[in-house]
C-alpha cells in the first residue's frame, strides 16, 4: 500500500488539500495517508519550518501531497526560519529537480482569462522547470561595499549536469506531446545561460525527432500573453520558470487551477498546486481546491501508476467547470468545499 505524506502547511493549504483529499478517499485507491506540520505551521508547532519528523516522513512516502506555505507574520524571522525554507528545503533534500506545470485552458474559463477568448482557447502548454539550482541555492549573502553602502548578493549558476537532466526531462515530454521544445533563457546577458543553450543544445542530438528552438526570457514572457497557443513544452531555470509560470496561470483564467508535479530521478515527487497560501483569503473558505485536487491526479499519475484514476479526476474537474461550479477566483460564489463537492459529484 502507497504511503502519501500529507503536508498542508499554511494559509489556504489545509483548505485545499483537504479538498484533494476527499476526492482521493473516494476513490477508495488503498492510500495510506500520514500528516505533518511544514512552513510556519511547523515553526510553531516545532520551532522550524522543516522539522527532522516531517522530512523524515516525507524521505519515507511514496509520495508528497503538499498544501502552501508563507504567512507575513513570519516576515521578521532570519531567512532559514522562514516558511519558505520549508518547500525549497524539500525540493533539495528530496532531489526534486524536475518541476512540471502544465498550463491549459479548461472550457468555460474563456472570460476568466485575462487574455481574449480566441487567445486563450489555444493554450495547452508545459513547463519544465529546474528546481533545484539557479539563483535560488547559489551563495547569497549581504555585505558592505568599499564606500559603506549596504550591499546583497545571489549567485547564479548551474553546472552541465543539471542542465543535461532537466533538458533530458524537457525533451522526453516533448516528444510525448507535440514535439516541440522551447528552451528559455537569458543568453544574451547572462554566462550562465550561455552554458544553458549550449548544454540544451548538446542533449537535443539525442532526440531527433524533437524541434527544439531558444527564445530570451523577455520575449517569451510577451509571446505568453500575444500568441500562447504557439507553446508545446517550455523548459527553463528555477527563476524564469517561477515567474514564466505565474504569468501563464492568468492567461488560463486563475492560478487557482493549476497543479504541479516536482519529482526526482526515479519518478517519486512532490504534489502542489502553483498557487501561495494566500493568506488575504485564509481560513474565510473561499480558497478554489482545483489546483490541489489537480496536484493529487498528477501524483496518481507520475508516482503511484494510477493513469486511469487520475483521468477521472483530471475529467471530473473538468466537468466540474463545463457545469458552471465556480470559486471566487474564477468569477463564482462556491465555497472551497462546495466546489471539492462538485468535483466529487462528477466522479
Ligand atoms: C513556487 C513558489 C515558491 C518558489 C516559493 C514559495 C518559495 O513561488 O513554487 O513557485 O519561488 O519556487
Ligand atoms: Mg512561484
Request: charge should be negative; aromatic fraction near 4%.
Amino acid at each position: 500500500m502507497a504511503l502519501i505524506a500529507v503536508l498542508p502547511g499554511d494559509g489556504i493549504g489545509p483548505e485545499v488539500t483537504a479538498e484533494a483529499r476527499r476526492v482521493l478517499d473516494a476513490l477508495a485507491l488503498g492510500l495510506v495517508f500520514e500528516e505533518a506540520p511544514v512552513g510556519g505551521a511547523a515553526y510553531l508547532a516545532a520551532a522550524h519550518p522543516l522539522p527532522p519528523e516531517t522530512l523524515a516522513l516525507a524521505e519515507r512516502a511514496d509520495a508528497v501531497l503538499f498544501g502552501a506555505v508563507g504567512d507575513p507574520q513570519f516576515d521578521g524571522l532570519e531567512r532559514d526560519l522562514r516558511p519558505e525554507q520549508a518547500i525549497l528545503g524539500l525540493r533539495k533534500k528530496l532531489g526534486l529537480f524536475a518541476n512540471l506545470r502544465p498550463v491549459r485552458l479548461f472550457p468555460g474559463l474563456e472570460d476568466a482569462s485575462a487574455l481574449r477568448p480566441e487567445i486563450a482557447r489555444e493554450i495547452d502548454l508545459l513547463i519544465v522547470r529546474e528546481l533545484t539550482g539557479d539563483i535560488y541555492f547559489g551563495e547569497k549573502g549581504r555585505g558592505r561595499t568599499a564606500t559603506g553602502l549596504r550591499e546583497g548578493h545571489d549567485l547564479m549558476r548551474y553546472d552541465e549536469a543539471e542542465v543535461a537532466r532537466i533538458a533530458r526531462v524537457g525533451f522526453e515530454a516533448a516528444a510525448k506531446r507535440h514535439g516541440r521544445l522551447l528552451s528559455v533563457d537569458k543568453a544574451n546577458v547572462l554566462e550562465t545561460s550561455a552554458l544553458w543553450r549550449e548544454i540544451v543544445n548538446e542533449v537535443s542530438r539525442d532526440f531527433r525527432d524533437v524541434r527544439l528552438t531558444h527564445m530570451y526570457v523577455d520575449n517569451a514572457a510577451m509571446q505568453l500573453v500575444r500568441a500562447p497557443g504557439q507553446f508545446d513544452v517550455i523548459v527553463t531555470g528555477n527563476l524564469f520558470g517561477d515567474i514564466l509560470s505565474d504569468q501563464a496561470s492568468m492567461c488560463v483564467g486563475s492560478i487557482g487551477m493549476l497543479p504541479s508535479a516536482s519529482l526526482d530521478e526515479d519518478g517519486k515527487g512532490l504534489f502542489e498546486p502553483i498557487h501561495g497560501s494566500a493568506p488575504d483569503i485564509a481560513g474565510q473558505g473561499k480558497a478554489n481546491p482545483c489546483a490541489a485536487i489537480l496536484s493529487a491526479a498528477m501524483m496518481l499519475r507520475h508516482s503511484l501508476r494510477m493513469p486511469a484514476s487520475a483521468d477521472l479526476i483530471d475529467s471530473a474537474v473538468a466537468a466540474a467547470i463545463a457545469g458552471g461550479a465556480r470559486t471566487a477566483d474564477l468569477g463564482g460564489d462556491l465555497s472551497t468545499q462546495a466546489m471539492g463537492d462538485a468535483v466529487l459529484a462528477q466522479l
